[in-house]
């Protein structure tokens, strides 16, 4: 399809959920449009796409304005008081810009160290620098707080990205000013961007002291007044209340492990970007929750359940550092799109269903008879022997057996424990019964 031609289905026409359709099946992550669709769905541009090359030139502009004013090179001896930390000074800003960016490179140091473009001079490292401090002027309450290098660079990575794309199909359409490798607009766009995320994420990075303490500073779109103390630990613990519902058998082996929910953190503040090796599970993640929201801490607390439900049956068997190890090193699992697809349903049941396999047609002998799975004939037959020759005397039919068989491997397949228990319990004594009347 001609790449303006999906911009305008994805952004233009009257059918606005083809975009949304879009990511929720997986197909964004190859997409030239995808760093787009991200600002779209954040809410970074809205209005009508023919407005947007304005206010993408708009923000370009004052990011260059705002580096204008806050980077600073060292000034000479005789520009004021060497020692001043005063703002208001040429010495002060720079002094206080230095202080941060020592902070801010003890965690570049440590992120993706064996990469150049990522140290030193590397571009990469010179881009999340810059980002990093000017963002610290704009939220001076906040500043700069472990783990913003990470998901400032999801961003970033995408942008890139995106100018890859276009430059390998020669892309030159009406459009194409969302893809300059300028380097002041490479990192003008990722700034509007994760400014507009910071609005949902910051509260879940600032301490409880810091929000009995705030200040007035605070932009009123980021303002702590609205909440209460400690929105990390609520949301860590209303995501527990839910796995320990859906999991009980789980609930009990993690207490006894003496496990807290506290490896939460970093899913929750990184946005699962540690949980997966690979960067690019991470951003089909991301593409998901963006879709579903303009805020993704709304579909992630069920994105993070169904994370914990794929791997249940290695925790159970886990002692307490191999499951530290899981979930503080969750990597990437063959089925993060069932984890997807189970998220949405369980956070929007009324607009989505649960993708099942359809079942193998069976070869009807008896259409009143039951049919048995091919994989459970093997223990139909070995319970027929539990039957003596006059079972069908006696009334004990191959539709008895089938639909126990069948109602047995409903109930193996039974995530909860006490309703599964219940369920075999039943089996047991129905094929007592049929024993009993077959001898």
């Known amino acids: 399809m001609d790449v303006d031609k999906r911009f305008d289905q994805y952004f233009v026409e009257t059918d606005s959920h083809i975009l949304q359709r879009t990511a929720f099946s997986k197909n964004l992550c190859n997409d030239i449009w ?14 009508e796409p023919s407005t ?21 090179s060292r000034p000479v001896e005789v520009d004021g008081d060497p020692l001043s930390r005063k703002q208001d000074t040429t010495w002060g800003v720079y002094w206080k810009n230095e202080e941060t ?26 881009d999340l620098e810059e980002l990093l401090l000017l963002y610290t002027h704009i939220n001076e309450v906040v500043g700069y707080r472990q783990g913003f290098n990470e998901v400032i660079h999801a961003f970033l990575w995408m942008r ?13 359409g009406k ?18 961007i994760f400014k507009t995320l910071m609005i949902h994420l910051t509260l879940f990075y600032v301490t409880e002291e810091e929000i009995t303490q705030q200040s007035p500073a605070l932009d009123a779109s980021t303002s702590l007044k609205r909440f209460e103390k400690s929105t990390l630990n609520r949301y860590i613990f209303a995501t527990q209340d839910i796995i320990n519902e859906r999991l009980p058998s789980l609930r009990e082996h993690l207490i006894n492990m003496d496990i807290e929910p506290y490896y939460m953190v970093s899913w929750i503040r990184l946005l699962l970007l540690r949980q997966f090796t690979n960067v690019n599970d991470a951003l089909l993640v991301w593409d998901v929750l963006f879709a579903f929201d303009c805020n993704p801490m709304t579909l992630l607390q069920f994105v993070i359940v ?10 159970i068997k886990m002692d307490y550092a191999h499951c530290m190890q899981k979930l503080m090193k969750y990597n990437s699992i063959p089925g993060i799109m069932t984890v997807l697809d189970q998220a949405l349903v369980h956070a929007c049941p009324d607009q989505f269903t649960v993708k099942r396999k359809a079942p193998p047609t069976p070869v009807v002998v008896n259409p009143k008879t039951p049919q048995v799975a091919p994989q459970k004939k093997g223990i139909l037959n070995s319970m027929r022997g539990l039957f003596s020759s006059k079972q069908e005397k006696q009334g004990v039919t191959e539709r008895d057996l089938t639909l126990l068989i069948n109602t047995l491997h409903v109930a193996v397949e039974e995530d909860n424990i006490e309703i599964k228990h219940e369920k075999i319990q039943k089996c047991i004594a129905y094929l007592n019964k ?3 009347e077959a001898l």
Do not use: C
């Open 34 to 47: 995808r760093f787009v669709a991200h600002l779209f769905f954040t809410k970074t541009l809205n209005g």
């Open 306 to 315: 169904e994370m914990i439900v794929a791997i249940k049956n290695d925790l």
């Open 434 to 436: 049929l024993k009993n």
């Open 52 to 72: 947007w090359e304005a206010k993408v030139s708009a923000w370009r502009e004052e990011y260059r304005a705002l580096k204008r004013e806050k980077i600073v």
């Open 101 to 126: 960016l020592n902070q801010i490179r003890l965690d570049l140091n440590r992120f993706h160290n064996n990469v150049p473009e990522y140290q030193g001079d590397g571009y990469i490292r010179q």
């Open 175 to 192: 459009h194409a000013y969302f893809f300059t490798d300028d380097i002041m607009d490479i990192r003008a766009d990722t700034f509007a």
């Open 160 to 172: 890139y990205q995106a100018i890859a794309q276009a430059k390998s199909i020669d892309y030159s």
